[in-house]
């Protein structure tokens, strides 16, 4: 397993007071998903057009 775009030296990295440093070591971190999938009606999908 690799990675495709390594992290900067931690010196390059500002930290914020705000900041939450989260352990993941042995973990992996994906990107924020979104769903995409839907079905926007139609008489022949049984959803009023009003319900969209």
Not at 2 to 10: I, K, R, V
Not at 28 to 51: K, N, R, S, T, W
Request: avoid cysteine.
């Amino acid at each position: 397993l690799g990675l495709l775009f390594p992290a900067p030296p931690e010196k390059r990295i500002p930290v914020l007071e705000t900041d939450r440093v989260l352990e993941l070591q042995g973990h992996y971190l994906m990107p924020g998903l979104v769903d995409l999938h839907a079905h926007f009606g139609g008489e022949e999908q049984d959803v009023p057009a009003e319900y969209v």
